[in-house]
């Protein structure tokens, strides 16, 4: 398979803080890769690096085998790649029709239909959010708002789907039901990469992981690789 996106040797400083120093990943076209370790290793750094939110010091990103590094996110929804932020960052006033609305804001407002079919797939794989679509997003639950979040970066219609802590605050039935739907949306032929701190519900969907560890990458491989390997388990939980 071809990839779909390749860091190379990447690194990013806060001022003088590194963040990551010399990192180097790929993904496939239609895999879920998932970027795993403790808080403050640089998983979302790089994330955030390959979407254009932090600047980067040194180092290459190709998207579809062209470079992307220092463009503006703007610049790569256009692209495909589409991101659900930490913390889901809806528009908690606006209704959840709006804030999927929102989404498809690089559908010309003529092309209606267009936006309806995207909003009938998103409605397809969460059913509640069709049903909750005149409710103002703040008034529901965390895990229907992490939907939603995920609706509306699917209404760009992302070839490149990057999630950041999709599990986060999330009761284990949605967890549960939030890996499910990833699982679905890559098998519709979307790539997906997924920074996420719950390893053992990442590693059940995802095809690959790295495992990073204070700004570099200690370990990569499969699941079945890692989970047998002892070395994950002391950089995830420590000692």
Do not use: W
């Not at 040797?9 to 803080?17: D, I």
């Not at 692209?79 to 989404?103: Q, Y």
């Not at 909750?132 to 229907?144: C, H, I, P, Y």
């Amino acid at each position: 398979m071809n990839k779909i996106l390749e860091v190379k040797n990447l690194s990013v400083y806060y001022g003088t803080v590194r963040a990551l120093e010399d990192v180097s990943l790929f993904i496939r076209q239609g895999e879920i890769v998932a970027l795993l370790g403790p808080n403050g290793a640089g998983k979302s750094t790089a994330l955030n690096a390959i979407c254009g939110l932090v600047t980067v010091k040194n180092g290459e990103i190709l998207f579809q085998e062209e470079s992307i590094k220092g463009l503006s996110p703007d610049s790569l929804v256009k692209k495909g790649l589409s991101l659900v932020p930490e913390g889901r960052r809806i528009f908690a006033s606006m209704t959840v029709l709006e804030n999927l609305e929102m989404g498809a804001f690089t559908v010309p407002r003529k092309n209606i239909s267009k936006i309806r079919y995207r909003l009938e797939k998103v409605f397809h794989l969460f059913p509640i959010l069709k049903e909750r679509k005149k409710q103002k997003a703040g008034t529901l639950s965390s895990g229907e708002q992490q939907m939603l979040a995920i609706g509306r970066a699917l209404m760009l219609d992302p070839t490149f789907l990057l999630l950041d802590e999709p599990s986060l605050g999330l009761s284990p039935n949605f967890v549960d039901i939030v890996f499910e739907k990833l699982a679905e949306i890559n098998k519709a032929g979307t790539s997906v990469l997924l920074v996420e701190q719950n390893a053992s519900k990442a590693l059940e969907i995802c095809h690959r992981a790295y495992v990073f560890e204070i700004g570099t990458i200690a370990l990569e491989g499969s699941p079945d690789s890692l989970l047998k390997d002892e070395r994950v388990k002391k950089i995830l939980v420590g000692g």
